[in-house]
């Protein structure tokens, strides 16, 4: 994004248009000109380059354009003091010195610089450059990375668009592709939207955002979310925006719309292509620290719930919502929206979507300190925590209990009806679980009853009355724990194998704390009757 001063437009009819730099030969040479200029400044003083840049502008060029490129080419160095001393520490050193005196005179400033360099262990020349070595003008060019004459255009353009886009009051836009990155954008970046699917193939949305200019607290920052955005949404096999755009300086609102047939290869997504030139920075798994805090705090319950960050959209009717975590149990799933700021409506909007969506559950959590509008407490069905610094984690764990009995309770009802099969001589109840993608809990409730005849419930396991009378007779003159250990492992049973010891009347007797000098003994003959429970 530019600077508002060097936005260039020209409004017709009601609309707005960004005036962008064309792709002919005497941009190309301009963008080329103006980037030589950065490099032949390489270890000289910023003011020089400055000067250079302005030479630019009187041949001729407009000054906004000239300027727009500048800008986004000097992000792109790195300037630094040149000087031995900190200019601060020595300024204030002259300064003091300068008191002592009246300093109205070339001899008595002199005086001040002689006896201040002798002080500091510099020369006087040396003390005059460093005084103001850290003004803007003074700084040095160290370091420059370039960018091609197309790409610089190109990516002057984007801002140039972005610059505009931080002006508007709404902003619609749709997109064919790329959604998946859209949308984590739009989360990312804390956009209030809306989103409808525009076709029937599910391939297209209609997206609206509220723009900076609704809203009445954190324009700026919330302006520049909105114009991160435009990237992505450009990155799209075909795209078109609809904004309205405020200009103050008129008192009026103009149309904007951009679509990609007419701003095809003029203005294109490459921030990739731009950040290749840049430092990059790792990614950061959580858009905020309340987020961040939320999950760490989560996690520390260890409820069995699987958090998971940022799970696929939901489809709601025509619109479609992106929660920020869901929390995944035994087959059921709970999603979690934090909102930050945000208007009563705009939460009004999106619990009525809840409504249209079948088998989603959905907590909002909404921080107080954020709204946009007075702060009123919705009556509805679905949980709404408002929150002032960090999400409690209690009223979510509770909701969360709430929803983990009945899931249980059907599965095993489902199981009840369509009956278990036994065909082999160890069954494990997770061998039972995965083959009908429900949780282990809720196969043993449906078979807490369950008494298959030839078998024996040994845990979670199922061992056939042969299959046991099989290991007895192995475990026939086994002495030491380890050995008997070694046959249930070979038996499929070594989950379990304490609870088969104990079935088969075995007892371990430790004498002391070393494995290998367990031992084990058949106290008692013990009979297991072919469907007990152990």
């Not at 939460?347 to 954020?370: C, F, G, P, T, W």
């Not at 082999?424 to 078979?447: F, G, H, K, Q």
């Amino acid at each position: 994004m530019l600077p508002s001063n060097l936005l260039r437009a020209k409004v017709s009819r009601g609309r707005i248009r960004p005036i962008y730099a064309s792709l002919d030969l005497d941009t190309r040479a301009l963008a080329e000109r103006i980037t030589g200029e950065f490099r032949c400044g390489m270890g000289k003083r910023k003011g020089e380059l400055l000067e250079r840049l302005k030479e630019v502008e009187d041949e001729g060029y407009d000054f906004k354009l000239v300027r727009g490129m500048s800008t986004l080419l000097e992000r792109r160095c790195t300037f630094q003091v040149e000087s031995a001393l900190n200019p601060r520490e020595a300024r204030t050193a002259v300064f003091e010195e300068a008191s002592r005196g009246r300093a109205s005179s070339l001899a008595e400033r002199n005086r001040v610089i002689e006896t201040v360099s002798s002080q500091l262990g510099i020369s006087p020349e040396g003390l005059e450059r460093t005084l103001f070595s850290d003004l803007e003008d003074e700084l040095i060019l160290r370091d420059f990375n370039p960018l091609n004459p197309d790409l610089l255009i190109r990516y002057y353009n984007l801002c140039l668009t972005q610059t505009l886009l931080f002006k508007s009051l709404r902003v619609e836009f749709t997109a064919s592709g790329n959604w998946k990155n859209i949308f984590r954008e739009v989360k990312r970046l804390g956009l209030i939207y809306a989103v409808e699917r525009d076709d029937d193939d599910g391939a297209t949305y209609k997206v609206t955002l509220d723009g900076p200019l609704s809203l009445f607290k954190m324009t700026e920052r919330y302006g520049t979310s909105i114009a991160k955005l435009l990237p992505q949404i450009i990155a799209s096999d075909s795209w078109s925006i609809r904004a309205e755009i405020l200009a103050r300086s008129r008192g009026r609102v103009y149309s904007f719309e951009p679509h990609s047939e007419e701003l095809k290869g003029l203005i294109t997504n490459v921030e990739k292509e731009v950040a290749a030139h840049e430092e990059q920075t790792p990614a950061k798994l959580y858009d905020s620290t309340v987020e961040e805090r939320l999950a760490k705090s989560f996690l520390s319950y260890n409820s069995g719930w699987v958090l998971r960050r940022e799970p696929e959209p939901l489809i709601a009717g025509t619109h479609v919502l992106i929660p920020d975590f869901s929390f995944e149990k035994y087959g059921a799933k709970v999603y979690l929206e934090v909102v930050g700021f945000w208007t009563s409506e705009y939460l009004k909007r999106k619990i009525s979507k809840l409504s249209s969506i079948a088998n989603v559950d959905l907590i909002i959590a909404a921080d107080e300190s954020l709204a946009c509008s007075k702060l009123e407490r919705l009556k509805t069905k679905a949980l709404v925590i408002y929150y002032k610094k960090d999400v409690p984690v209690k009223p979510i764990l509770e909701h969360l209990k709430e929803r983990e009995t009945p899931v249980l309770k059907e599965q095993a009802e489902v199981i009840k009806r369509e009956g278990i099969a036994l065909i082999r001589d160890v069954v494990n109840l997770n061998e039972i679980a995965r083959a009908r993608s429900v949780s282990v809990e809720s196969v043993r409730i449906a078979l807490q009853d369950f008494k298959p005849e030839g078998y024996a419930r040994v845990g979670d396991l199922f061992v056939s009355r042969a299959k046991l009378d099989e290991i007895g007779q192995k475990l026939a003159g086994v002495e030491k724990l380890t050995d008997a250990l070694r046959i249930m492992e070979a038996s499929e049973l070594k989950e379990e194998a304490d609870r088969v010891l104990e079935a088969l009347g075995y007892i371990s007797i430790w004498e002391g704390m070393e494995m290998d000098k367990v031992k084990i003994s058949k106290s008692v003959t013990t009979t297991t009757s072919p469907n007990a429970v152990i």
